[in-house]
């Protein structure tokens, strides 16, 4: 009997072409029209030139090292720095903007007895920036690796001799490796917002089951109300996992969109996802118990789930209510697949998925027989 409801429901809404339809078509389009249109949001800009300046009361061997270290080597890619003679011509030059901010490098730093503190200056404009907290970092690190040198040096544990150039390891990011661009976020978002969007499947095929003349005919059968909701679960999230399906294939090959390779794993996590929407939309049925606002309900409830949870801004709004949405630990988890962002996280992500769908099979249960009684 659980097979020939499964049958019916999957050939009936087969038949439902319009529906269907609009559940995919309506994911894809957006994934063109927001991929293209905020593109330039998910590229990582270039920091450009700093230009700094440094002002030397102190000519000494240490101030010297210093100041290499502060307008040398790799940091000349990022950092022009130029050398003034006052303090106050570095001053007249950031009034006129000519450079972002300007270190003073104090007298005295040679003669100073040991372990005597000195301060050396990082001058700056009253506006803060990226540019200026470049700086700032920069002056941090040398400052910090000179007093570790020179505090050892002082407890004899080492030669004083100095050299600085190695403390900073250099390694490459590929921010492009590690976060998904335009196409590739909304191809993931729009494409679990089509997952949410088979809950109003799940919530018709709830409706007609249980209320109206097919309820009927199926309530003087044999099959109990377990039964008949395993049947229309597995229904519908057959219908919805291949709804997620062609998504996630027009979005790689019509788009382009990065899946990553762990495609086993994804179309697993596609999988629980569509099981998650239908006991969702089911447990909306459950718990409103009127057919003629559900429709509605979900058509709202959706979009805003999905704006909360990030799936439009790449951001989410929504704090703790974001979080507990199905859209956010789907969509979260899936990116973390694609993107490899750890093992933990996706993980964590898989088994946050698995609790939700215990709980709304548990509430669809629980509320299932008290409708049916």
């Not at 969509?331 to 609790?355: E, P, W």
Request: charged share 15%; glycine share 8%; net charge negative.
């Amino acid at each position: 009997m659980i097979f020939h409801v499964i049958k019916y429901t999957i050939i009936s809404n087969l038949r439902d072409i319009k529906s269907i339809v609009s559940y995919i078509v309506f994911p894809i389009i957006l994934i063109g029209i927001l991929g293209s249109a905020l593109s330039l949001v998910f590229e990582p800009g270039q920091l450009p030139e700093i230009k700094a300046g440094i002002v030397m009361n102190d000519q000494g061997g240490l101030a010297e090292i210093l100041q290499d270290n502060l307008t040398e080597g790799e940091l000349n890619d990022i950092i022009a720095v130029k050398e003034f003679d006052s303090l106050e011509d570095a001053k007249t030059a950031i009034k006129n903007d000519e450079i972002e901010f300007f270190y003073e490098i104090p007298e005295g730093i040679d003669d100073r007895e040991p372990l005597e503190k000195v301060e050396v200056k990082l001058w700056t404009s009253n506006t803060s920036s990226i540019q200026s907290t470049v700086g700032e970092i920069v002056l941090d690190t040398n400052l910090n690796a000179f007093n570790t040198i020179d505090a050892l040096a002082n407890n004899e544990s080492m030669l004083r001799s100095y050299e600085y150039r190695n403390y900073i390891v250099n390694e490459t990011i590929s921010s492009k490796e590690n976060r998904p661009g335009a196409i590739g976020f909304y191809s993931v978002t729009m494409m679990v917002m089509a997952l949410i969007y088979g809950s109003a499947i799940a919530a018709k095929e709830y409706e007609l089951s249980m209320h109206g003349d097919i309820g009927n005919r199926l309530q003087v059968t044999s099959i109990s109300t377990t039964a008949l909701l395993l049947a229309k679960v597995l229904s519908s999230v057959i219908l919805v996992f291949l709804q997620g399906i062609i998504v996630f294939l027009v979005s790689k090959f019509a788009f382009n969109a990065n899946w990553g390779d762990n495609f086993s794993l994804v179309i697993l996590t596609i999988f629980l996802g569509a099981l998650m929407s239908v006991l969702f939309g089911i447990a909306i049925c459950v718990i409103v118990g009127n057919p003629e606002r559900i429709g509605g309900l979900l058509t709202v409830l959706i979009p805003v789930m999905t704006f909360i949870s990030g799936g439009f801004t790449s951001t989410a709004i929504g704090g703790i209510l974001a979080k507990i949405t199905p859209n956010y630990q789907l969509q979260n988890t899936i990116l973390a697949i694609v993107y490899d962002y750890g093992s933990d996280r996706v993980q964590g992500g898989l088994l946050s998925i698995m609790a939700i769908i215990l709980v709304l099979l548990a509430i669809t249960i629980i509320f299932g027989r008290r409708r049916r009684a």
